[in-house]
């Protein structure tokens, strides 16, 4: 043996020692379907069998190793899979992933010959093909995204939840992962997430369909734990940073690794950036540290004490800032935020110290980590080891399951003269593959096995035993047999609340059969065919081999009586009726239903556009006579209860042609004539000769207030923070479901936060939202009191601003040329003098002072036509300021907005 192999071999020994008492042991292989299914004794031994592929090694009827599972695909196992792990699992498979089908073939050795026989194996392994295999680290921003996705995209029907630390929840009834850092790079669990089948043909990890950045994300949560070596870790930050990180438009974009605090090190740099970096520093003397940036803003932490802290503004340049502190030697803790923001925006960072003269910290001195990383040795595979694996492989009976690698082996007993309970079954060690099941799995599979190889099964339970093995069962209820446990479903989650259950919840299976047509079911098993787009788990593909023969079955299977169909004599008047009912003269379908991508007003349901691409016309008919017969918890009404017809004056309240005018009209699919309601203007709030308002979510937020004037102006005003949002012209709004939209033009916009604020100083940012601040803007002394219309319906609004009441109230005008533009008027009570305070009346890009009381904000003429004046604060944007003294009494502020 090399030195190389020796040390390898030194490692797995080590990883082993240090893992040991943390691994949990199952005491059997888990297949989730079994212990959830009412799968009769007789079948889930069958299941057992093909899952544990005793055809492979047991030869006999051809059938039985069809329809067995296939064990993965070894040829490139050395780009996919790091050698350490590979060795550690061929020695003992059962310690270190709990619950897999993977026998232990080496069980019968002592350990100097298992780990002997495991080092040569993993060499012959890593010798078949060229191999990249490395260690990357993971990124940050990535691993939260990833833990949304994995959580709700369907992983967890099968694979065990996970708590905030990654701890398993529920690993005895979910299939194993393993310690998958120790197992995979994030560029190889990426490329098996995306294609599962290059290398696990059988389709029990079936292709999830992930889309864009998925995979990368799902791979970097898995693989959070992976440690490579480094300087130090960094997160970048984009949006308005100048109001700091908890800002609700801040986000974070991206992390990774920066060998420097230099910016080049991190990346192209946009303005409006902050970047957050975390590492150790090592120091080589105890001391008194000095430490200088030149920054606009930002924070210095060392070992959890601030040395620096300046808030950052869009409205300057940088600062010279500095900070010290005693420091001892060896390894310190330190944190550094920079926000890239305001003008002429740049960074530097130097050190100072014992026998340290002022400079740039150098990488040799950072790490992210106090403790020492080792860095992944790729194996150099040694040929005399990988020969002898190569021996292994084919004696051992490793080449009967992976049998994609061509090596010579011994035939085994054949399957018809195996006995029950004895060798691979009986659980005794001796010289034959060792399998973790338990009693209760071994009965069964020695119950199964007198006529394993040739089953009698009938159509029903050909569907079942499929449904169990691929854990179909884990998504969709069928007739009983599984359906979603009561554990996971809370991870199952929809975009649409407002359907309930059948907006999160995977379909039921119960007599799809008779329900879906074979080339919409083929277009959803084979094709990623999907029409629940509402419903985050994706819809997994386990393959044509595998689960095509499904859609005959499910047919032959699932019979219901036949439908009372009536026969049509004018087709064309009874699609003109369909049309009718569907639309909101009729029964309103869609109210609650998605027409040709035309969003519903109100539920957002299934679109009904395609319905006969998918359904079978009996279903059809069957299920709108009775829809709590098909889905008991289903929100949508009956029609003709009783088989009487809520509009009798269509078709003559005939159900049975109202249902098939129905079904003619939606055959036309997306040509369809468009139904009486769709039309996106029936929303449209119009303004007449009085003011008109709405309230809901908009561009003035979640507490938004449109107002529409006769002189065709409008505003939208936040109440939740009291400011102006938005004016535009023309048109007023489309009114949906609790939001509106504003539909005019000439739009001007307000940037959210408060009207009024006492800015200690100019470079102050103005106050925001952040993302925890609940109270905001109460914590600034606002609340908002109502309003109330006068007798042309325009609203005076009431608001507090500390010990000021304000009423806040617009009026629409026009000009000597016939302009129309808005007036408005603060009105301010206070029982005392106050404080000066500035009011932010707008922003924008271009700012330019026609004097002290008239500004053009871009294309906004904004005037003060009290006794007031104002000042323009640069930045991006720039402000214009209006400083206001209210008296004890009663004062006021007027404005004019043209445009």
């Given at each position: 043996?090399?030195?190389?192999?020796?040390?390898?071999?030194?490692?797995?020994?080590?990883?082993?020692?240090?893992?040991?008492?943390a691994?949990?042991?199952?005491?059997?292989?888990?297949?989730?379907?079994?212990?959830s299914?009412?799968?009769?004794?007789?079948?889930?031994?069958?299941v057992?069998?093909?899952?544990?592929?005793?055809?492979?090694?047991?030869?006999?009827d051809?059938?039985l190793?069809?329809?067995?599972?296939?064990?993965?695909?070894?040829?490139?196992v050395?780009s996919?899979?790091?050698?350490?792990?590979?060795?550690?699992f061929?020695?003992?498979?059962?310690?270190?992933?709990?619950?897999?089908?993977?026998?232990?073939?080496?069980?019968?050795l002592?350990?100097?010959?298992?780990?002997?026989?495991?080092i040569?194996?993993?060499?012959?392994?890593?010798?078949?093909?060229?191999?990249?295999?490395?260690?990357?680290?993971?990124?940050?921003?990535?691993?939260?995204?990833?833990?949304?996705l994995?959580?709700?995209?369907?992983?967890?029907a099968?694979?065990?939840?996970r708590?905030?630390?990654?701890?398993e929840?529920?690993?005895a009834?979910?299939?194993?992962?393993?310690?998958?850092?120790?197992?995979?790079?994030?560029?190889?669990?990426?490329?098996?997430?995306?294609?599962?089948?290059?290398?696990?043909?059988?389709?029990?990890?079936?292709?999830?369909?992930?889309?864009g950045?998925?995979?990368?994300?799902?791979?970097h949560?898995?693989?959070?734990?992976?440690r490579?070596?480094?300087?130090?870790d960094?997160?970048?930050?984009?949006?308005?940073?100048?109001?700091?990180?908890?800002?609700?438009?801040?986000?974070?974009?991206?992390?990774?690794?920066?060998?420097?605090?230099?910016?080049?090190?991190?990346?192209?740099?946009?303005?409006?950036?902050?970047?957050?970096?975390?590492?150790?520093?090592n120091?080589?003397k105890?001391?008194?540290?000095?430490?200088?940036?030149?920054?606009?803003?930002g924070?210095?932490?060392?070992?959890?004490?601030?040395?620096?802290?300046?808030?950052p503004?869009?409205?300057?340049?940088?600062?010279?800032?500095?900070?010290?502190?005693?420091?001892?030697?060896?390894?310190?803790?330190?944190?550094?935020?920079?926000?890239?923001?305001?003008?002429?925006?740049?960074?530097?960072?130097?050190?100072?110290g014992?026998?340290?003269?002022?400079?740039?910290?150098?990488?040799?001195?950072?790490?992210?980590?106090?403790?020492?990383?080792?860095?992944?040795?790729?194996?150099?595979?040694d040929?005399?080891?990988?020969?002898?694996?190569?021996?292994?492989?084919?004696t051992l009976?490793?080449v009967?399951?992976?049998?994609?690698?061509?090596?010579?082996?011994?035939?085994?007993?054949?399957?018809?003269?195996?006995?029950?309970?004895?060798?691979?079954?009986?659980?005794?060690?001796?010289?034959?593959?060792?399998?973790?099941?338990?009693d209760?799995?071994?009965?069964?599979?020695?119950?199964?096995?007198?006529?394993?190889?040739?089953?009698?099964?009938?159509?029903?339970?050909?569907?079942?035993?499929?449904?169990?093995?691929?854990n179909?069962?884990?998504?969709?209820?069928?007739?009983?047999?599984?359906?979603?446990?009561?554990?996971?479903n809370?991870?199952?989650?929809?975009?649409?609340?407002a359907?309930?259950?059948?907006?999160?919840?995977?379909?039921?299976?119960?007599?799809?059969?008779?329900?879906?047509?074979?080339?919409?079911?083929?277009?959803?098993?084979?094709?990623?065919g999907?029409?629940?787009?509402?419903?985050h788990?994706?819809?997994?593909?386990?393959?044509?081999?595998?689960?095509?023969?499904?859609?005959?079955?499910?047919?032959?299977?699932?019979?219901?009586?036949?439908?009372?169909?009536?026969?049509?004599?004018?087709?064309?008047?009874?699609?003109?009726?369909?049309?009718d009912?569907?639309?909101?003269?009729?029964?309103?379908?869609?109210?609650?239903?998605?027409?040709?991508?035309?969003?519903?007003a109100?539920?957002?349901?299934?679109?009904?556009?395609?319905s006969?691409?998918?359904?079978?016309?009996?279903?059809?008919h069957?299920?709108?006579?009775?829809?709590?017969?098909?889905?008991?918890?289903?929100?949508?009404?009956?029609?003709?209860?009783?088989?009487?017809?809520?509009?009798?004056?269509?078709?003559?309240?005939d159900?049975g042609?109202?249902?098939?005018?129905?079904?003619?009209?939606?055959?036309?699919?997306?040509?369809?004539?468009?139904?009486?309601?769709?039309?996106?203007?029936?929303?449209?709030?119009?303004?007449?000769?009085?003011?008109?308002?709405c309230?809901?979510?908009?561009?003035?937020?979640?507490?938004?207030m449109?107002v529409?004037?006769p002189?065709?102006?409008?505003l939208?005003f936040?109440?939740?923070?009291?400011?102006?949002?938005?004016?535009?012209?023309?048109?007023?709004a489309?009114v949906?479901?609790?939001?509106?939209?504003?539909?005019?033009?000439?739009?001007?916009?307000?940037?959210?936060?408060?009207?009024?604020?006492?800015?200690?100083?100019?470079?102050?940012?103005?106050p925001?939202?952040?993302?925890?601040?609940?109270?905001?803007?109460?914590?600034?002394?606002?609340?908002?009191?109502?309003?109330?219309?006068?007798?042309?319906?325009?609203?005076?609004?009431f608001?507090?601003?500390?010990?000021?009441?304000?009423?806040?109230?617009?009026?629409?005008?026009?000009?000597?040329?016939?302009?129309?533009?808005?007036?408005?008027t603060?009105t301010?009570?206070?029982?005392?003098?106050?404080?000066?305070?500035y009011?932010?009346?707008?922003?924008g890009?271009?700012?330019?002072?026609?004097?002290?009381?008239?500004?053009?904000?871009?294309?906004?003429?904004?005037?003060?036509?009290s006794?007031?004046?104002?000042?323009?604060?640069?930045?991006?944007?720039?402000?214009?300021?209006?400083?206001?003294?209210?008296?004890?009494?009663?004062?006021?502020?007027?404005?004019?907005?043209?445009?």
């Open positions: 043996m090399t030195d190389r192999a020796r040390r390898f071999a030194a490692m797995i020994v080590l990883l082993l020692f240090l893992n040991g008492s691994l949990v042991a199952f005491g059997q292989a888990i297949i989730p379907g079994l212990g299914s009412r799968l009769g004794e007789r079948d889930k031994g069958l057992l069998i093909e899952e544990a592929n005793c055809a492979a090694c047991h030869g006999g051809a059938s190793a069809e329809r067995s599972r296939k064990s993965p695909r070894l040829a490139d050395g996919r899979i790091n050698p350490t792990y590979i060795e550690a061929i020695r003992d498979p059962h310690g270190v992933k709990p619950g897999t089908l993977m026998p232990n073939v080496l069980s019968q002592g350990d100097a010959e298992k780990k002997q026989a495991s040569s194996l993993t060499h012959f392994l890593l010798s078949l093909k060229a191999n990249d295999f490395d260690l990357q680290p993971p990124d940050a921003v990535a691993v939260g995204l990833g833990e949304r994995f959580h709700s995209r369907g992983c967890v099968c694979h065990s939840p708590d905030a630390k990654g701890t929840l529920l690993p009834t979910s299939v194993p992962l393993g310690k998958l850092d120790r197992k995979y790079s994030i560029k190889s669990l990426v490329e098996f997430v995306r294609r599962p089948h290059v290398s696990r043909p059988s389709g029990r990890m079936p292709d999830m369909r992930l889309s950045q998925e995979p990368e994300r799902i791979a949560y898995l693989l959070r734990d992976t490579v070596p480094g300087q130090l960094y997160t970048l930050y984009r949006g308005p940073v100048f109001e700091g990180l908890a800002s609700d438009g801040v986000r974070a974009e991206r992390a990774g690794r920066a060998k420097d605090f230099a910016l080049a090190s991190v990346g192209t740099i946009q303005q409006h950036s902050a970047i957050k970096y975390e590492g150790w520093l120091l080589a105890a001391g008194k540290y000095t430490f200088f940036l030149t920054m606009n803003g924070t210095l932490l060392v070992d959890g004490k601030s040395l620096v802290d300046q808030e503004s869009d409205r300057r340049g940088v600062k010279q800032l500095s900070g010290e502190g005693e420091l001892g030697a060896g390894w310190r803790r330190i944190e550094l935020t920079y926000f890239h923001t305001g003008r002429e925006a740049k960074f530097s960072f130097e050190m100072k014992p026998d340290f003269p002022r400079q740039a910290i150098p990488s040799s001195m950072l790490s992210v980590s106090s403790e020492p990383i080792p860095a992944f040795e790729p194996l150099k595979v040929n005399e080891l990988a020969a002898r694996g190569k021996e292994l492989f084919g009976g490793c009967n399951c992976h049998s994609d690698l061509k090596v010579t082996t011994k035939p085994n007993l054949a399957f018809a003269k195996l006995m029950p309970g004895r060798g691979c079954t009986s659980g005794a060690p001796g010289a034959w593959p060792h399998f973790d099941f338990n209760e799995q071994r009965k069964l599979i020695a119950a199964a096995m007198p006529e394993a190889e040739k089953p009698t099964l009938n159509d029903k339970q050909k569907i079942d035993k499929t449904l169990v093995a691929f179909c069962i884990a998504c969709h209820d069928r007739a009983g047999l599984g359906g979603i446990a009561a554990e996971r809370a991870y199952f989650t929809g975009a649409n609340e359907i309930g259950d059948q907006g999160r919840l995977p379909p039921p299976l119960t007599n799809v059969g008779a329900k879906l047509k074979p080339e919409w079911m083929t277009e959803v098993l084979l094709n990623g999907r029409q629940r787009d509402y419903v788990a994706s819809m997994p593909q386990f393959g044509q081999a595998n689960v095509a023969h499904l859609v005959d079955l499910f047919g032959k299977v699932d019979q219901l009586e036949a439908a009372e169909i009536p026969k049509v004599v004018d087709a064309k008047q009874s699609k003109a009726a369909g049309c009912l569907i639309g909101t003269s009729g029964l309103s379908c869609i109210a609650c239903h998605d027409f040709n991508g035309q969003k519903a109100s539920v957002g349901a299934l679109d009904l556009v395609r006969t691409e998918r359904l079978k016309k009996d279903w059809f069957l299920y709108l006579r009775q829809p709590a017969r098909f889905s008991p918890t289903v929100i949508m009404p009956a029609y003709w209860p009783g088989g009487v017809s809520a509009r009798a004056d269509i078709l003559g309240g159900a042609q109202q249902i098939e005018a129905l079904w003619l009209y939606l055959e036309d699919g997306v040509r369809a004539k468009r139904p009486a309601g769709l039309s996106r203007q029936s929303s449209e709030l119009r303004v007449g000769d009085v003011t008109e308002i309230r809901g979510h908009g561009p003035a937020g979640y507490r938004g449109a529409g004037y002189e065709r102006v409008n939208a936040d109440t939740e923070e009291m400011v102006l949002r938005q004016l535009w012209k023309g048109d007023f489309d949906d479901n609790g939001s509106f939209r504003p539909r005019g033009t000439d739009r001007i916009s307000f940037p959210r936060g408060i009207p009024f604020h006492r800015l200690k100083t100019l470079e102050e940012n103005w925001y939202k952040a993302k925890t601040n609940h109270a905001f803007p109460q914590d600034h002394g606002y609340q908002f009191r109502g309003y109330r219309l006068d007798n042309t319906r325009k609203p005076t609004l608001y507090q601003y500390g010990d000021i009441a304000v009423q806040d109230f617009f009026e629409d005008v026009r000009d000597k040329d016939g302009k129309p533009y808005l007036k408005r603060f301010f009570e206070s029982n005392s003098d106050q404080t000066p305070f009011f932010r009346a707008a922003c890009t271009e700012i330019k002072a026609v004097s002290d009381r008239r500004f053009a904000v871009d294309q906004l003429d904004l005037r003060i036509t006794d007031h004046k104002g000042m323009v604060r640069e930045g991006k944007p720039a402000e214009v300021l209006i400083s206001v003294t209210v008296p004890k009494g009663r004062s006021t502020l007027t404005l004019e907005y043209q445009w």
